[in-house]
């Protein structure tokens, strides 16, 4: 059971971290253009020497400030249920359920899965030369994969 507790602990700790680069980092859409490399993430529009406030349609401009919260409230939902299974580690008595640190992590999953699905249908569309999905993209949807997993064995998972 404790190599089970460490296991979960550890991919939760990697879950965290990874929100925190495909959230900050600018490589959601990478493409190629006569300059050279260009990446678009939620935050900046780069290329090779530079980068610049990422600019976006003025219809679009809600949909990229959803994108952006709902991946901020994900880290924050994360690292709360983080908090709390350690909390619930050492308070829970034997064979009680960490539900409250299960409910966080669905909680996350769902602001993944929102943030994500709104750039995918809204924003995912860059001129250039062959543009595709970057690191920070696909991140963000292993992070979802991740979170939906954590969060179902927390809800299974008792302390022994």
Known sequence: ML????????????????????TIANVWIASSSMSGPVSSGL?????TTTCEQL??????EASLKTVQAFMILSIIFSVIALVMFIVQLFTLEKGKRFYITG???????????????IYTARLADMEGLKPHHGYCFILAWICFCFSFIIGILYLVLRKK
């Open 3 to 22: 190599v089970l507790l460490a296991g979960i602990f550890v991919v939760h700790i990697a879950t965290v971290i990874m929100l925190f680069v495909s």
């Open 43 to 47: 935050w900046l529009w780069c290329n």
């Open 55 to 60: 600019t976006v349609k003025s219809g679009e």
């Open 103 to 117: 409910a966080f992590m669905l909680v996350c999953w769902m602001c993944i899965l929102t943030g994500v699905s």
